[in-house]
């Protein structure tokens, strides 16, 4: 008797399929949906993250809104870092020399000459710092190398202002000391009390490879009033201005010039970074948000939010604000009627010329512009935002899914089993009653 029951299989996965087809795809859609919106804020919560990181930068000193600019009259002498609350004007230096970090060698170490009795003491900036040669030796033959006297010493050292390292020259060695920092005050001494040998003649006559010395420049110029560092940046010498000197004069050279002025092309190109933040994350929203054609191509994930809608008034308000009596509009930065930024140069420049301070108070000063909009992001970015609630939700709910496509399987296969079953018979049925036919032809 021949059952065929590759139909029956065919036909239970047909009608098992036709069962749960329709609720399966109910649930795909549901769940592209949850995926898509949770992808959307994912997106979202980019976007502002980005704006947010950008316009931080234009409260601070290194990179202010306000751009200021030193000029140099001689090439490789110094650097500026040049602040929005710089003095402008010219100013006149004369460097007498460089700050330095002091350095000192022990020469000629050898294991015979260092010696296991006495205590070497190191001295800097007021703190003492001993190492007792008796515990020195680490591998027990009963002598001190020089590598083992520079680990003890890197050990008693650890945390310091010196740092140790051993150095061969001419086939011999030496133990060189440096300070990690500049200046007089980072000098280093050293003694040793009952030692003997060629380390206590070494630790009495260290040869000097860098003084420890402060940089001495003079504002004005070479007879002018002398300034003083440990290091060679001297910082609010000119007020809102920190100038690293790298090069020295002889006597009789010309002191170095330093313009510090407006820098109006950095100014504006800053002004439009800003604007440019903005519209991009308005892109974003944009994007994230379009209602697309009649026929619902094109639509945005988050068409019609709610957050979205409140996070762009919010931003608006604030960029519409005023501040201290002035507002962005004084500084030729308005919206269009598309709600994007644009900048009028003239009216900024015409701005600039009359009160440039004021612009840099307007986006740096506390609980102004810049302030503002971040405390505008504040409920909805972050590990307590808003959007975070969201997207856990989200994700809740694509894990629901994943239970309803398994209750949905089971489902399937329930009916799958039933009706493999009937159709069996089924097959068995008529293939019984063919058998049967056939007797009486």
């Given at each position: 008797m021949n059952i065929d029951t590759e139909y029956a299989r065919q036909q239970a996965t047909q009608l098992a399929t036709f069962e749960v087809q329709a609720a399966r795809a109910r649930a795909n859609r549901?769940?592209?949906?949850?995926?898509?919106?949770?992808d959307a804020l994912a997106?979202?919560?980019k976007a502002l993250r980005t704006f947010s990181t950008s316009i931080r930068e234009f409260k601070s000193e290194t990179r202010p809104i306000l751009a200021n600019e030193a000029v140099f009259s001689q090439e490789g002498r110094a650097t500026a870092q040049v602040g929005a609350t710089a003095s402008?004007?010219?100013?006149?230096?004369?460097?007498?020399?460089?700050a330095s970090a002091h350095q000192v060698a022990l020469e000629g170490l050898t294991a015979d000459g260092i010696g296991t009795q006495g205590v070497l003491t190191l001295q800097q900036a007021g703190k003492s710092y001993s190492l007792d040669l008796a515990s020195v030796d680490r591998d027990g033959d009963g002598r001190n190398s020089p590598e083992e006297l520079q680990q003890a010493l890197a050990t008693t050292l650890a945390g310091s202002g010196i740092s140790t390292t051993l150095v061969r020259a001419d086939g011999k060695l030496s133990l060189v000391l440096s300070a990690r920092e500049s200046g007089a005050a980072q000098a280093i001494s050293l003694s040793l009390q009952g030692g003997s040998g060629p380390l206590a003649a070494a630790v009495a006559s260290p040869r000097t490879l860098a003084e420890a010395r402060d940089a001495q420049v003079r504002l004005g110029g070479e007879d002018g009033?002398?300034?003083?560092?440990p290091t060679n940046r001297f910082d609010g010498v000119v007020e809102g201005v920190s100038l690293t000197f790298t090069q020295a004069h002889r006597p009789g050279e010309s002191p170095l010039q330093v313009t510090v002025r407006r820098d109006e092309k950095g100014t504006r190109e800053r002004v439009q970074g800003f604007i440019d933040a903005f519209n991009t994350l308005l892109g974003s929203f944009d994007s994230l948000t379009a209602s697309g054609g009649s026929d619902g191509s094109g639509r945005g994930p988050l068409a019609g939010d709610a957050t979205v809608r409140s996070i762009e008034n919010r931003l608006n308000a604030v960029l519409r604000s005023g501040f201290g009596g002035?507002?962005?509009?004084e500084y030729g930065v308005s919206a269009d009627r598309n709600g994007k930024l644009t900048l009028d140069t003239k009216r900024l420049e015409k701005a600039l010329a009359e009160q440039?301070?004021?612009?840099d108070k307007l986006f740096r000063e506390p609980g102004r512009l810049v302030e503002s909009l971040e405390r505008s992001?504040?409920?909805y970015i972050g590990s307590?935002?808003?959007?975070?609630?969201r997207r856990d939700a989200i994700a809740s709910n694509i894990r629901r899914m994943d239970g309803v496509f398994e209750s949905l399987q089971r489902q399937y296969d329930t009916s799958y089993q039933r009706y493999l079953r009937q159709y069996t018979a089924m097959t068995q049925a008529l293939a019984s009653m063919q058998q049967t036919g056939g007797l009486f032809a």
């Amino acid at each position: 008797m021949n059952i065929d029951t590759e139909y029956a299989r065919q036909q239970a996965t047909q009608l098992a399929t036709f069962e749960v087809q329709a609720a399966r795809a109910r649930a795909n859609r549901s769940q592209q949906a949850y995926r898509a919106q949770g992808d959307a804020l994912a997106n979202l919560d980019k976007a502002l993250r980005t704006f947010s990181t950008s316009i931080r930068e234009f409260k601070s000193e290194t990179r202010p809104i306000l751009a200021n600019e030193a000029v140099f009259s001689q090439e490789g002498r110094a650097t500026a870092q040049v602040g929005a609350t710089a003095s402008t004007g010219r100013y006149s230096f004369f460097v007498e020399r460089l700050a330095s970090a002091h350095q000192v060698a022990l020469e000629g170490l050898t294991a015979d000459g260092i010696g296991t009795q006495g205590v070497l003491t190191l001295q800097q900036a007021g703190k003492s710092y001993s190492l007792d040669l008796a515990s020195v030796d680490r591998d027990g033959d009963g002598r001190n190398s020089p590598e083992e006297l520079q680990q003890a010493l890197a050990t008693t050292l650890a945390g310091s202002g010196i740092s140790t390292t051993l150095v061969r020259a001419d086939g011999k060695l030496s133990l060189v000391l440096s300070a990690r920092e500049s200046g007089a005050a980072q000098a280093i001494s050293l003694s040793l009390q009952g030692g003997s040998g060629p380390l206590a003649a070494a630790v009495a006559s260290p040869r000097t490879l860098a003084e420890a010395r402060d940089a001495q420049v003079r504002l004005g110029g070479e007879d002018g009033l002398l300034l003083t560092q440990p290091t060679n940046r001297f910082d609010g010498v000119v007020e809102g201005v920190s100038l690293t000197f790298t090069q020295a004069h002889r006597p009789g050279e010309s002191p170095l010039q330093v313009t510090v002025r407006r820098d109006e092309k950095g100014t504006r190109e800053r002004v439009q970074g800003f604007i440019d933040a903005f519209n991009t994350l308005l892109g974003s929203f944009d994007s994230l948000t379009a209602s697309g054609g009649s026929d619902g191509s094109g639509r945005g994930p988050l068409a019609g939010d709610a957050t979205v809608r409140s996070i762009e008034n919010r931003l608006n308000a604030v960029l519409r604000s005023g501040f201290g009596g002035r507002s962005l509009v004084e500084y030729g930065v308005s919206a269009d009627r598309n709600g994007k930024l644009t900048l009028d140069t003239k009216r900024l420049e015409k701005a600039l010329a009359e009160q440039p301070g004021e612009l840099d108070k307007l986006f740096r000063e506390p609980g102004r512009l810049v302030e503002s909009l971040e405390r505008s992001l504040t409920p909805y970015i972050g590990s307590t935002g808003q959007l975070k609630s969201r997207r856990d939700a989200i994700a809740s709910n694509i894990r629901r899914m994943d239970g309803v496509f398994e209750s949905l399987q089971r489902q399937y296969d329930t009916s799958y089993q039933r009706y493999l079953r009937q159709y069996t018979a089924m097959t068995q049925a008529l293939a019984s009653m063919q058998q049967t036919g056939g007797l009486f032809a």
